[in-house]
T-cell receptor, first 117, second 111 residues
Framework: AQKVTQAQTEISVVEKEDVTLDCVYE???????LFWYKQPPSGELVFLIR??????QNEISGRYSWNFQKSTSSFNFTITASQVVDSAVYFC??????????????FGTGTLLAVQP | DGGITQSPKYLFRKEGQNVTLSCEQN?????MYWYRQDPGQGLRLIYY???????QKGDIAEGYSVSREKKESFPLTVTSAQKNPTAFYLC??????????FGPGTRLTVL
């Protein structure tokens, strides 16, 4: 069965610190997608990144970076020089690639990040 | 502006009542989804639809029903058979199997 584990329930950092959010996944599929979403206090989920299982290159987007390692089934997310606006719940998710018109996402339980000024 | 709208933002229901949550998208996406989120939990899939007039049960479909009569609309009805309906409900859409985009959510409270 597919499963996503985000072991860190809550993380609190001081502004400008770097922080890494962990994500470990389980799947028997050889082809799959991994995602990160941000949920600010308003509640709406904001898409951050999608990674194909065949692409293990690390991704950097501004202060955000992602480290995908198939050998450890991990897809970790690092925020460099954190800011108060980064405070949110962050979800990691997994989907199988069916070739169909939908993808069913399996979500982790989320990590609440609090960035203190 | 393209996006997904959900209404109402807050909804209160008495026990035994059915209520319908609205979800509309103008992104021209074929696929639409409904998720439920409980405090401290991840999102769980209720129903999803790949195309008009077709939908499939997700992991927690009991006590819920949906319809997909138009591409833009995917309303969710929470029936009286749902034993614990108080939760935050999120609608999403996607183009094929790509990333899903989410609406702002509806917070349902049973009184």
């Amino acid at each position: 069965a597919q499963k996503v584990t985000q072991a860190q329930t809550e993380i609190s950092v001081v502004e400008k610190e770097d922080v890494t959010l962990d994500c470990v996944y389980e799947t028997r599929d050889t082809t799959y997608y991994l995602f990160w979403y941000k949920q600010p206090p308003s509640g709406e989920l904001v898409f951050l990144i999608r990674r194909n299982s065949f692409d293990e290159q690390n991704e950097i987007s501004g202060r955000y970076s992602w480290n995908f390692q198939k050998s450890t089934s991990s897809f970790n997310f690092t925020i460099t020089a954190s800011q108060v606006v980064d405070s949110a719940v962050y979800f990691c998710a997994l989907s199988e690639v069916t070739g169909g018109a939908t993808n069913k996402l399996i979500f982790g339980t989320g990590t609440l990040l609090a960035v203190q000024p | 502006d393209g996006g997904i709208t959900q209404s109402p933002k807050y909804l209160f229901r008495k026990e035994g009542q059915n209520v319908t949550l609205s979800c509309e998208q103008n992104l021209n996406h074929d696929a639409m989804y409904w998720y439920r989120q409980d405090p401290g939990q991840g999102l769980r899939l209720i129903y999803y639809s790949q195309i008009v007039n077709d939908f499939q049960k997700g992991d927690i479909a009991e006590g819920y029903s949906v319809s997909r009569e138009k591409k833009e609309s995917f309303p969710l009805t929470v029936t009286s058979a749902q034993k614990n309906p108080t939760a935050f409900y999120l609608c999403a859409s996607s183009y094929g199997g790509n990333e899903q985009f989410f609406g702002p959510g509806t917070r349902l409270t049973v009184l």
